[in-house]
């Protein structure tokens, strides 16, 4: 082949590219349920996941107190109870069973019960214990009380030890200073801790949901033509898959600045990260969400089909990116499982660069995985659309010269009506 037609050949192939990119534009903007995946998903989910922690911590949550003690020092105790900015001492009841009524009307949402023998065992130098029930409904109000009640009882434990201590050390002041200082999350928030896994999530689903429906609108066209899909642009396999890619990659590029950017901003997320090494990293991301999108989009054979299965995967996504439980804890087959989900490696990098201010190089192993997961990923689309869904396109062509209705009555009887 001489270098004339190489290069004639080359540009073919990339204006089949461009071809098939054009086409995915259209069918995406003429397709409304496509644009809500793409689009308004997007823009929506995120806003409204942080609305749902917004306040993303509580303050002053009303307690009511059963006193056994009746000592000075059990009344010092619920005095630096109500001073912390955590908890508000609603009152005193006489005994459990009257402080359970109070919980269940919602005058308070936990009880603090200090023991008969509270100053007893401190005084002797024995451990005091102090017990606290907490309305568990809503878990930020679980964790004001804890935290309130820890900062509680190490300070006058400080404070006890210190007055054994200083007579011999001729020392003054507490043994071990006690001070909360929150690294990347200085609200110490639920939002600011979760919402940062999420929100790479929601792009990839979103994206996931929105090429298979375009999929499988395709499908239903070619069911309708005869296995022709009247939308579609004769194009090689690789030019198809690049094509689409770039448009999916055309498209979200505002939704990544959007998502990953001012919804942190707007809700006053930990936000210590560049925007441009954010983008950097988003770019494999996108790539490979893209391509994981085409090759999982093999098994959807009508656009409603969707919703049964990929939409219960987000929680599957959740899990294994390590926001409910570290990665490195997790059994070597999720380990493995979560290493070839992109969102995984993206999650990470994201939330290091927003809450420590890592930079790219910083987190240069996700950044290369997700690199690396291009090529798989390539490959895998490649094997799908050549395969499998040209093979099936071919023979439903084959069958319906044969028979023109074949694929109608496979449609009717799939929808049980044939």
């Known amino acids: 082949m001489t270098e ?54 509580v303050r002053n949550e009303r307690v009511v107190v059963v006193d056994d003690n009746r000592t000075a020092l059990s009344r010092d105790f619920i005095r630096r109870m109500d001073a912390t900015q955590e908890v508000a001492i609603a009152g005193y009841a006489a ?48 964790k004001a009380m804890f935290t309130a009640l820890s900062n509680v009882t190490q300070a006058m434990g400080n404070e006890k030890m210190a007055a054994v201590v200083e007579p011999v050390l001729n020392m003054s002041g507490s043994i071990v200073e006690n001070r909360q200082v929150p690294v990347g999350n200085p609200a110490m928030g639920i939002a600011s801790a979760v919402l940062l896994f999420i929100l790479p999530l929601v792009l990839q689903q979103s994206m996931i949901l929105g090429i298979a429906m375009l999929h499988g609108g395709s499908i239903e066209r070619r069911r309708r033509n005869g296995g022709r899909d009247p939308m579609a642009v004769e194009a090689s396999p690789g030019a198809t898959i690049i094509g689409k890619m770039m448009c999916h990659q055309i498209i979200y590029t505002l939704p990544v600045i959007y998502v990953l950017h001012y919804v942190p901003l707007m809700f006053g997320f930990p936000q210590y990260g560049n925007l441009l090494h954010i983008i950097c ?105 050549r395969y499998i869904n040209r093979r099936r396109y071919r023979s439903w062509i084959a069958a319906s010269e044969d028979n023109p209705n074949v694929l109608t009555r496979i449609e009717l009887a799939k929808n049980g009506v044939g």
């Open 281 to 385: 990293l988003a770019v494999p991301f996108i790539i490979v969400v893209s391509l994981m999108g085409q090759t999982l989009s093999a098994v959807v054979n009508e656009r409603e089909s969707v919703f049964l299965l990929f939409v219960f995967s987000s929680v599957v996504f959740v899990f294994l990116s390590g926001v409910s439980w570290p990665r490195y804890l997790m059994s070597r087959l999720w380990w493995l499982v979560g290493d070839c989900v992109p969102g995984t490696w993206m999650v990470n990098g994201y939330v290091l660069m927003q809450t420590n201010g890592a930079t790219l190089y910083q987190v240069s192993h996700q950044y290369w995985m997700l690199w690396l997961q291009v090529p798989v990923m390539f490959i895998l689309a490649y094997l799908v659309e």
């Open 95 to 142: 005994n459990m069973q009257e402080a359970q009524e109070a919980m269940h009307t919602k005058a308070c949402y936990g009880i603090l019960h200090i023991p008969r023998d509270f100053a007893q065992c401190a005084g002797r130098g024995e451990q005091a214990h102090v017990s606290l029930y907490c309305d568990m409904s809503v878990m930020m109000r679980y």
């Open 4 to 57: 004339k037609a190489k290069h004639s050949r080359l540009f073919l192939w990339f204006i089949q590219v461009l071809r098939v990119c054009g086409r995915e534009l259209l069918l995406v903007f003429r397709d409304s349920g496509v644009v809500i995946f793409f689009l308004v998903l997007n823009a929506a989910y995120p806003v409204l996941y942080a609305l749902i922690y917004n306040p993303e911590v």
